[in-house]
């Protein structure tokens, strides 16, 4: 019998890598000829292995840098069912259910070894050392910083620096337009406190982030829930007939892009359509945006605030997602309402602290942070499809699959017998923390969906704890 070709044998030593997870999507190969030095081969040989990896999708060739490991071709699993889209009802105008504060108190409660469930990348993938080195420089040029008042609606550089930055999100912003503030979610309330008030109607999302459903109770505000699709965001047709019924809706609360937790960028002519729509009304177009900036690709999707022309989009975000989690820095760009935004803000919680943001507006103003974002881009998309991939060869027929074209998250639809609230509880047994999909509507129409956070990297943990998730999801499937 013939002996195994010598190039066959090298391609299967690095295929064996591979599947092993020694080498994983994104890593470089050794060149050729570090091939040649290391396995005694020739030129030839070192070429064909190579080759051979690449034609059966193992590796990419990259012009100029060599030979990376490709992303693994994910199994088949059908898109996530679209919503239907009929009248919301008006039973959904309730406040945030109990069994939402029920998990997260259990979740916190409990040791937890693995979190699938945050909205944060590992810390390995944020810039600390160079954050930590900038924040070093603030307190050597400012020595007294601690001694001193702060500024009133934030540090003038950073509010220069995001507004440079919101010219990627084709927003034309001035400085002082923009109200530095505590995390989004002080941006949030700050914008819902602006246009509405206790009994107001605010319509939102459905599935939505179930921290703004948290700020809504808060405030005493109702959320009416209109349809979401995991391609295109709000249904522009629900949340017109809810109007049709409704008279009071106060303001729309939207994630147009890489919506929390579908991960879908709604097309730009339906967000100039949803802007002229909310202004032509006179009802205030709230727009959350955390998780753009981590946008496959090398074009940030526009905002919807860029068709605003008349002030009556709020743009709330952030930087805590995508830089620095333990700062808690966020923004808000009110239009019209800005001068009563900063006097909320004045009133409720005081201006920020300066340190951090002396530290993220040297690190914004640098070439670093546009070299962090494409590395944090390219990153999550490896994650995310290896996430996607080990959900779909592991997880029961039936169930569906979000493709997310950025973030760090993916909603998974399990077979409908599936409830993600005994998911959450057994997986929570074995110390794995997800988010069940009942936390992200009050009217428990997603309670067979998951939310799962990709921000870590591939491990042997992470790889045991999804094995012990889509166990859970087995079992519970029958």
């Known amino acids: 019998m013939e002996s195994t070709p010598l190039y066959r044998q090298v391609a299967g030593h690095y295929r064996r890598a591979i599947e092993a997870g020694t080498l994983t999507a994104g890593d470089r190969m050794p060149s050729v000829r570090a091939l040649m030095g290391l396995h005694g081969v020739s030129l030839s040989t070192a070429l064909q292995a190579c080759r051979q990896l690449e034609s059966d999708g193992l590796l990419e060739a990259r012009p100029r840098a060599g030979y990376f490991v490709s992303a693994p071709q994910r199994a088949p699993l059908a898109p996530l069912t679209e919503p239907d889209a009929a009248l919301p009802d008006p039973a959904q105008y309730v406040g945030i259910h109990q069994r939402i ?74 400085p002082e337009e923009i109200v530095i503030t505590h995390g989004c979610t002080e941006a949030l309330n700050l914008a819902l406190r602006a246009v509405a008030g206790p009994g107001d109607v605010i319509a939102v999302e459905s599935p939505t982030y179930y921290g703004l459903l948290q700020i809504l109770e808060s405030l005493g505000m109702r959320a009416l829930e209109i349809p979401c699709s995991p391609q295109t965001g709000m249904s522009l047709e629900a949340l017109e007939l809810a109007a049709q019924h409704y008279d009071n809706i106060r303001a729309v609360a939207v994630v147009p892009n890489l919506q929390n937790p579908l991960g879908c960028i709604m097309p730009d002519a339906h967000k100039a359509r949803l802007v002229q729509w909310c202004e032509a009304r006179g009802i205030a177009l ?193």
Request: proline share 5%.
């Open 101 to 174: 504060s029920g998990l997260l108190a259990r979740s916190q409660h409990q040791h937890v070894h693995t979190n699938l469930g945050g909205a944060y990348c590992a810390p390995s993938l944020y810039p600390a050392d160079a954050l930590r080195s900038a924040a070093a420089r603030a307190l050597r040029r400012h020595p007294m910083l601690f001694a001193e008042a702060v500024e009133p609606e934030g540090h003038a550089p950073l509010r220069g620096a995001i507004a440079r930055q919101a010219l990627h999100a084709r927003m034309q912003l001035a």
């Open 286 to 478: 709230i727009e959350d945006d955390c998780f753009s900036a981590t946008a496959d690709g090398d074009t940030q999707p526009a905002a919807a605030k860029a068709w605003d022309s008349s002030g009556n989009v709020i743009h709330c975000a952030s930087l805590h997602k995508v830089l620095a989690p333990g700062m808690r820095l966020g923004w808000i760009a009110a239009g019209k309402w800005q001068p009563r935004v900063e006097m909320l803000k004045f009133g409720l919680s005081r201006p920020n602290e300066m340190l951090s943001q002396m530290a993220a507006a040297d690190f914004l103003a640098s070439g670093a942070h546009e070299r962090h974002l494409r590395r944090l881009r390219t990153r999550l998309q490896l994650q995310r499809e290896w996430f996607a991939q080990a959900v779909a060869t592991s997880f029961p027929a039936g169930t569906r699959l979000g493709s997310p074209r950025g973030g760090m998250h993916l909603w998974v639809e399990m077979p409908a017998q599936v409830s993600s609230e005994a998911v959450f509880d057994q997986a929570l047994q074995a110390g794995i923390r997800v988010m069940p999909g009942v936390m992200f509507s009050n009217a428990g129409r997603f309670d067979h969906c998951l939310r799962i956070n990709c921000g870590t990297p591939r491990s042997a943990q992470i790889e045991r704890a999804l094995a012990t998730l889509a166990g859970v999801v087995q079992k519970l499937a029958g």
